[in-house]
């Protein structure tokens, strides 16, 4: 079954420290994976993208890592800022159907305190 | 900033009524859909089209319907809402030939229904 899982389910930081955000997916065939921010009561926006041969992506203070072999992500947030607070989710695409279905995990919450 | 959205943004109905959620976008995407989010869960895909007189169901059963018209309009329709319609509903658009499979999100309508 194509599932994405992330973790933790939330997450409390002080404005300025540093975080990791995981995601394991069992997708397959796999096409690419998207973390997206969404803040309260918004859409969703795509923060990166990677496909099966990138290992890395950066966007700003946003890094996400992939390993494809584990079928594991992680997204990296440098010196948080109190408008990093939202929900981050992970999202994997696959490569077997022409609807480009994409799979959705449940997403972290993150808070970012002063 | 994606060019798409949706009217409307809060809607408290009681049971019974008929409501129609607004979606529109103004980057000529081919493909449209419409996903269900409750708090803290994963999206799940509800309807999709391809274009112009396409629709189609997605995963997650659903008593509502869609139409697609016009290119740029996609409108959710439920003839009669209850309480278990109550949801955030998303709206996304994405290019035909986007191998990337990137879709675009509207602000979503958060719905109440009594």
């Known amino acids: 079954k194509n599932q994405v899982e992330q973790s933790p389910q939330s997450l409390i930081i002080l404005e300025g420290k540093n975080c990791t955000l995981q995601?394991?997916?069992?997708?397959?065939?796999?096409?690419?994976l998207r973390w997206y921010k969404q803040d309260t009561g918004r859409g969703p926006v795509s923060l990166t993208i990677?496909?099966?041969?990138?290992n890395t992506k950066s966007n700003g203070r946003y890094t996400a890592t992939l390993d494809a072999d584990t079928k594991q992500s992680s997204l990296h947030i440098t010196a948080s800022q109190l408008s990093d607070s939202a929900s981050y989710i992970c999202v994997v695409s696959d490569r077997g159907s022409t609807l480009g279905r994409l799979y959705f995990g449940r997403g972290t919450q993150l808070t970012v305190w002063p | 900033e994606a060019d798409i959205y949706q009217t409307p943004r809060y809607l408290v109905i009681g049971t019974g009524k008929k409501i129609t959620l607004e979606c529109s976008q103004t980057m000529g995407h081919d493909k449209m859909y419409w996903y269900q989010q409750d708090p803290g869960m994963e999206l799940h895909l509800i309807h999709y089209?391809?274009?112009?007189?396409?629709?189609e169901k997605g995963d997650l059963s659903s008593e509502s319907t869609v139409s697609r018209i016009r290119t740029e309009h996609f409108p959710l329709t439920l003839e009669s809402a209850r309480p278990s319609h109550t949801s955030q509903y998303l709206c996304?658009?994405?290019?035909?030939?986007?191998?990337?499979?990137?879709?675009?999100f509207g602000p979503g309508t958060r719905l109440t229904v009594l």
């Open positions: 995601c394991n997916y069992t997708v397959s065939p796999f096409s690419n």
């Open positions: 990677m496909t099966f041969s990138e």
């Open positions: 089209s391809y274009g112009v007189n396409s629709t």
């Open positions: 996304a658009s994405r290019r035909l030939a986007d191998s990337t499979d990137t879709q675009y």
